[in-house]
T-cell receptor, first 111, second 115 residues
Framework: AQTVTQSQPEMSVQEAETVTLSCTYD???????LFWYKQPPSRQMILVIR??????QNATENRFSVNFQKAAKSFSLKISDSQLGDTAMYFC????????FGAGTRLTVKP | NAGVTQTPKFRILKIGQSMTLQCTQD?????MYWYRQDPGMGLKLIYY???????DKGEVPNGYNVSRSTTEDFPLRLELAAPSQTSVYFC??????????????FGPGTRLTVT
């Protein structure tokens, strides 16, 4: 079974600085999808970024980018120019029909 | 589009009672999912469906049942509620061709307490 590990339960960053959230996963599949979701206090799950495993190029979405290392089974999220609104729980997820989430990293952006 | 809607938003059940959590999506997505999120934890997949009439177990299916009679609706049934089922339940949907899996869209969640 696939497993997703987020080794940083909590992180904090100063506003306007850069922070990287870690995620590793374990799978024997070669084709799959990886996601980062954000969950603010409202509890709504919001997609941040998506990466297809067959693509070598790292995905980017404005201030959010990933470092996808397929051989190492690593999928980290970099948030540049952090904003107060980025404060939330961040979940890494692996999908090959059976979606698996990590336990989450609570990110606090400090003014 | 309303997206993914869930009812109710909150519910308190007594041990041994049963209930159905409703989920509807209006995006014509073929895949639908039910998750539970325990406090301070990530989401765990309970059941999923790849299309009307087809359902499959996820990571934590015990104590739950689902059905998928239409593309739009994917209700989750709790039989004989137990305190261990106290959680926040999320329904989600996505479009997948089997070769490409797009992102999941989530409902707002149902907070369930079993006492």
């Amino acid at each position: 079974a696939q497993t997703v590990t987020q080794s940083q339960p909590e992180m904090s960053v100063q506003e306007a600085e850069t922070v990287t959230l870690s995620c590793t996963y374990d799978t024997s599949e070669s084709n799959y999808y990886l996601f980062w979701y954000k969950q603010p206090p409202s509890r709504q799950m919001i997609l941040v970024i998506r990466q297809e495993a067959y693509k070598q190029q790292n995905a980017t979405e404005n201030r959010f980018s990933v470092n996808f290392q397929k051989a190492a089974k690593s999928f980290s999220l970099k948030i540049s120019d952090s904003q107060l609104g980025d404060t939330a729980m961040y979940f890494c997820a692996f999908n090959n029909n059976d979606m698996r989430f990590g336990a989450g990293t609570r990110l606090t952006v400090k003014p | 589009n309303a997206g993914v809607t869930q009812t109710p938003k909150f519910r308190i059940l007594k041990i041994g009672q049963s209930m159905t959590l409703q989920c509807t999506q209006d995006m014509n997505h073929n895949y639908m999912y039910w998750y539970r999120q325990d406090p301070g934890m990530g989401l765990k997949l309970i059941y999923y469906s790849v299309g009307a009439g087809i359902t499959d177990k996820g990571e934590v299916p015990n104590g739950y049942n689902v059905s998928r009679s239409t593309t739009e609706d994917f209700p989750l049934r709790l039989e004989l509620a137990a305190p261990s089922q106290t959680s926040v339940y999320f329904c989600a949907s996505s479009y997948s061709t089997g070769f490409v899996s797009y992102e999941q869209y989530f409902g707002p969640g149902t907070r369930l307490t079993v006492t």
